[in-house]
């Protein structure tokens, strides 16, 4: 079993950025592709990003693309997200999550493909 516990959350202003980190605990993290969900009020879950399980490929949605950067540390068995220039519409709980999928071509972006998932962070970016 696989336990994630994601952080760094918070209440910005538009424009400005933040960093939320997943670790997990139970299982080695380098045995599975992790991702980023958000889920907006009133809003299905959606796919943000996901990397590869030795960071070797990374695929992001369009909506983050260029503001965004995913990356992992297998030793320490942490997940980052960097996310610069925050604009209101980012607003949502956000989810880390891993996939036991193996192949990474292409990268798991469906929430089924994904067996573990955390309790999510609350990022609120203010306009």
């Known amino acids: 079993q696989v336990q994630l516990v994601e952080s760094g959350g918070g209440l910005v202003q538009a424009g400005a950025s933040l960093r939320l980190s997943c670790v997990a605990s139970?299982?080695?993290?380098?045995?599975?592709?992790a991702g980023w969900f958000r889920q907006a009020p009133g809003k299905e879950r959606e796919f943000v990003v996901a990397v590869s399980r030795f960071a070797s490929r990374t695929t992001y949605a369009d909506s983050v693309k260029g503001r965004f950067t995913i990356s992992r540390d297998n030793a320490k068995n942490t997940v980052h997200l960097q996310m610069n220039s925050l604009k209101p519409e980012d607003t949502a709980v956000y989810y880390c999550?891993?996939?036991?999928?193996?192949?990474?071509?292409?990268?798991?972006?469906?929430?089924?493909?994904?067996?573990?998932w955390g309790q999510g962070t609350q990022v609120t970016v203010s306009s």
């Open positions: 999550a891993l996939s036991p999928r193996i192949t990474n071509n292409p990268l798991p972006r469906e929430f089924g493909e994904y067996a573990y």
């Open positions: 139970g299982r080695t993290l380098s045995s599975y592709t």
